[in-house]
C-alpha cells in the first residue's frame, strides 16, 4: 500500500465519492487521475505546461532531423527571386 492523502475538506471529501460512485472507480483513482489532468493545465516554472514542453522537444527533434537531411550549399536566401521591393522578378 502507497502513502496516504488525507482530505480535511468535507466538499473535496463529497466530490470525491460522488464522482467515484458515478464512474464505478476507487476514489483513489478519481483522486490521481483529476491531479493528472489539473496539473497538465498549470504552467511549469518555466513557463510551459507538461503537454507543450513535450511537443517543444518533439519539433526541436524533428528540426534536428531535418537539419541533418539539408543538401550541402542549400541555402534559405531566396533574394535571387525578388527585387529590391520584395516583389517576384
Do not use: C, F, W
Request: charged share 30%.
Amino acid at each position: 500500500m502507497g502513502r496516504q492523502l488525507n482530505v480535511r475538506n468535507d466538499e473535496a471529501y463529497e466530490l470525491a465519492h460522488i464522482i467515484a460512485r458515478r464512474v464505478g472507480r476507487p476514489v483513489t483513482d478519481v483522486v490521481r487521475d483529476a491531479l493528472r489532468v489539473y496539473g497538465e493545465t498549470l504552467p511549469a516554472v518555466d513557463g510551459m505546461t507538461p503537454t507543450q514542453l513535450q511537443r517543444y522537444e518533439s519539433l526541436r527533434a524533428l528540426a534536428k532531423r531535418t537539419a541533418a537531411q539539408a543538401l550541402p550549399g542549400a541555402t534559405s536566401d531566396h533574394d535571387d527571386l525578388y527585387d529590391e521591393y520584395g516583389l517576384p522578378k
